[in-house]
């Protein structure tokens, strides 16, 4: 550790937001692979991911993605423009697009959420 | 006017573990951490190590941690730094005594990347090598590095493996490799292109926070890289 500052937090945060995707794409390739046992072993499992607890997860790793994906254009613009002398304002940038992107994300796993539930209701 | 520095003290011939020593001394307005170091060991404990030479931010010598950011000292006034002063040696260095550390291995990357204008043609025999003021300016931001080490100290690529090149060495290599009156590409591609060079900075970005001198070797690194592509391609 040097000193907190844009770039080092910035660097930080994509080292651990990779881990962690890397994480979920295990778990992921765990959960599809259920489809292997059949319809009703896959239920189970995907009945079990559909509690609260899981859904606040995906909404998590909805903001590790945009995360990791944000902070990668800054690292492109990095390399290939003129970001190693704007990197600091460009963090602050892509932060506020991948903010913007958060909320519409949640706004439509929100709607598709509800729209789950009244239809599960419906079936009763 | 009385200020207070916490000075790191390590002496590896005695045996004594690392510890700091405190220092209230009579200061002037004007004076730099240097000149309170000075004083300190003029006047109050003359075994105080540190490395010194030019004392106007050209040589590089007196590169240190103040408050926990890495600073040429003597050009760093008292003025602007408040309650008591933490002066210790720049991280990931060998200290050898005190506020000194060893550099050998910091020179010897620097010698790597050929720091020199490499040109076979023979030389004008009426004038300079000249270049354009256009040319010229490419390399604006690189020849003024003083060398001191800040930034390859604060740099985790080089924490994590020691044996990467580091900023300053790469700062220097652009220095060269973009001089428009150089043709020495070929060879230092060997050394730039390896798994020591220009691949293992991870633009965190430190280099450009401890620079005392405000330069940007990040911006060097980038385009030590373009180059390297385009040469590929």
Redesign the interface.
Known sequence: M??W????VA?LLNRITGILITFYLVMHIWVIHHLAHGPEKYRMVMDFLGSPIFVFFEICIIGVVLYHMMNGIR?VL???GNG??T?KTLFWVVMAIGVVLFVLCIWELAGALLGLSHAVAATH | MERTLRVFRFNPETGQEPHYDTFTIEVEDSWTVLDALNEIKWHHDGSLSYRRSCRHGICGSCAMMVNGKNEATCEKPLSALKGTITVEPLKSFPVIKDLMVDQEDFFEKLRLVKPWLINHKAPPTDKERLQSPEDRKIIDGTWECILCGACTSSCPAFWDNQGFLGPAALLKAFRYVGDTRDEGLDERVGILDSKIGVWRCHTIFNCVEACPKSLNPTAAIVKLRRRLIQEKL
């Not at chain 1, 500052?5 to 080092?8: K, M, S």
Request: overall charge neutral; charged content about 15%; proline content about 0%.
């Open positions: 040097y000193r500052h844009a770039g080092y660097w690292i990095v390399d290939f190693a002398w990197h």
